[in-house]
Nanobody, 120 residues
Framework: QVQLVESGGGLVQAGGSLRLSCVAS????????MAWYRQAPGKQRECVAG???????NYADAVKGRFTISRENTKKIVYLQMTSLRPEDTAVYYC??????????????WGQGTQVTASS
């Protein structure tokens, strides 16, 4: 089984910065995609940023130039550096990791979520 633990959320003023972290543990053979999603009240969950094992990254248009996803593969950690935060970035942020676990079984695991609030 694979577990994800997120940290780093909080309350900041608009224009501020936060860094989210997500650590994966458990029966992990390999990790492919590591990504961050968010869900604001009354809205659907959306992908904010993703990182592949090949080193490619992608971002939602709304966060391009402000958010940066990075990962430490040996430590199984993915980060989301968020700068110039806006009130519309307020949401619960979730980490998602996909890969292969014990017996090469595919896993697709979600973190518990961390609240990010940017006040105006």
């Amino acid at each position: 089984q694979v577990q994800l633990v997120e940290s780093g959320g909080g309350l900041v003023q608009a224009g501020g910065s936060l860094r989210l972290s997500c650590v994966a543990s458990g029966s992990i053979f390999s990790i492919n995609t590591m990504a961050w999603y968010r869900q604001a009240p009354g809205k659907q969950r959306e992908c904010v940023a993703g990182s592949s094992s090949a080193g490619t990254t992608n971002y939602a248009d709304a966060v391009k130039g402000r958010f940066t996803i990075s990962r430490e593969n040996t430590k199984k950690i993915v980060y989301l550096q968020m700068t110039s935060l806006r009130p519309e970035d307020t949401a619960v942020y979730y980490c998602n990791v996909q890969g292969r676990g014990a017996g090469a079984a595919f896993f697709n695991t979600w973190g518990q979520g961390t609240q990010v609030t940017a006040s105006s």
